[in-house]
Nanobody
Framework: QVQLVESGGGSVQAGGSLRLSCAASGVTDSRYCMGWFRQVPGNEREGVAGIYTGSDYTYYADSVKGRFTISQDNARNTLYLQMNSLKPEDTAMYYC??????????????????WGQGTQVTVSS
């Protein structure tokens, strides 16, 4: 069973940076999709970025392009999300997700079966 554990959330002022991490365990395939999603209470969960492990294929939501970078450390089965130039509208609970092939790096939340518990990101103006 896939287990995902996020870390790295916190509070930061607008313009600041944070790096989220997602440690994956129990994965039985070398190639699979991983993604970062976020959710604000009362709103639907939305995709932020995705990656096909072991490749350079990535996806970014328009709202974070040029500010966020998704990356992976295959040796440590860890996914990262470097978030720069943070804005108050980036405030949300951020979730890591994983899905075996066939999968879509720009998939909707319903396309992913494995989820972490989330880490809170708060950006103040």
């Amino acid at each position: 069973q896939v287990q995902l554990v996020e870390s790295g959330g916190g509070s930061v002022q607008a313009g600041g940076s944070l790096r989220l991490s997602c440690a994956a365990s129990g994965v039985t395939d070398s190639r699979y999709c991983m993604g970062w999603f976020r959710q604000v209470p009362g709103n639907e969960r939305e995709g932020v970025a995705g990656i096909y492990t072991g490749s350079d294929y990535t996806y970014y939501a328009d709202s974070v392009k040029g500010r966020f970078t998704i990356s992976q450390d295959n040796a440590r089965n860890t996914l990262y999300l470097q978030m720069n130039s943070l804005k108050p509208e980036d405030t949300a609970m951020y979730y890591c997700a994983a899905e075996y092939r066939p999968c879509k790096i720009d998939g909707a939340p319903g396309d992913y079966k494995n989820w972490g518990q989330g880490t809170q990101v708060t950006v103040s103006s």
